[in-house]
């Protein structure tokens, strides 16, 4: 790799702004998502009412619509935005991406990977792992947001297979755990039956979240003691430094 070594280390511009302020208040959205959702998982213990524990619940969905938001965001952002934060840039796949990872491995074991302004070839890999998880808790979330505080978009519809049309479903939202009132008994058990695999998927995705996001910060560490490009700096700026010629 000696030979793609520049003369001196040079600056290059990669996350555009939109890239920048997703990452961030991703972060933000997620982390607090996880801290209530340990806490909700974990009421009993903790000593939480039932009442709080649906303010608990409430204020989950709160920041879920934020998180959703912004994901909804970056996922139409990665066909309009800027080169590096475009799907074809920050997905594993494509012309020579085998080739490419495994150099990038050797050269990462001697300690001399090759360059890359965008994501190398593992943190491609690692992105993906992270969007699927992201955009499964999304879609679970709002599900459950639905089957369990009657909340948008689907809380209506739910509202009406636990109560029967006709009823006041706005009444339902809040509803303390236990409450069975302006419920239909058959109704509410098929709702909750069907909502039953969502919340596993739910919370197996939350576990394996919580991993990935650990490896990320792992490999964002390793790779920036071992590159010094900059990687975590240029998600603040957008900029990121390089003393080897980019392969991308």
């Excluded at 996922?75 to 494509?94: N, Q």
């Excluded at 990038?104 to 090759?114: E, L, S």
């Excluded at 808790?137 to 978009?153: E, H, I, N, R």
């Amino acid at each position: 790799m000696q030979e793609n070594l520049l003369p001196q280390r040079q600056a290059y511009k990669v996350w555009d702004r939109t890239t920048r302020i997703f990452h961030w208040l991703n972060v933000i959205c997620v982390l607090l998502l996880i801290i209530i959702g340990v806490m909700i998982l974990n009421a009993s213990t903790l000593g939480v009412s039932a009442e709080g524990k649906v303010t608990l619940k409430i204020v989950h969905a709160y920041v879920g619509y934020v998180f959703t938001l912004n994901l909804l965001w970056r996922l139409v952002w990665g066909f309009i935005g800027g080169r590096y934060s475009r799907w074809k840039a920050i997905l594993p796949g494509g012309k020579g991406y085998l080739s490419q990872t495994s150099a990038y491995v050797q050269g990462f074991r001697k300690g001399d990977a090759p360059a890359y302004k965008g994501h190398n070839p593992l943190g491609r890999i690692m992105i993906a792992i992270m969007m699927f998880l992201l955009c499964a808790q999304m879609a679970t979330g709002l599900v459950l947001a639905g089957t369990d505080l009657y909340f948008p978009p689907f809380g209506h519809e739910f509202a009406e297979w636990a109560t029967g049309a006709g009823e006041d479903h706005s009444a339902l939202v809040g509803l303390v755990p236990g409450n069975k009132e302006m419920l239909d008994p058959e109704g509410y058990a098929a709702m909750r039956e069907f909502r039953a695999p969502f919340i596993e998927i739910h919370e197996i995705c939350f576990y394996l979240l919580i991993l990935a996001i650990l490896l990320h910060v792992v490999a964002v560490v390793v790779t920036e003691v071992r590159e010094r490009s900059g990687l975590i700096s240029a998600m603040f700026s957008g900029i990121k430094y390089l003393d080897k010629k980019p392969e991308d």
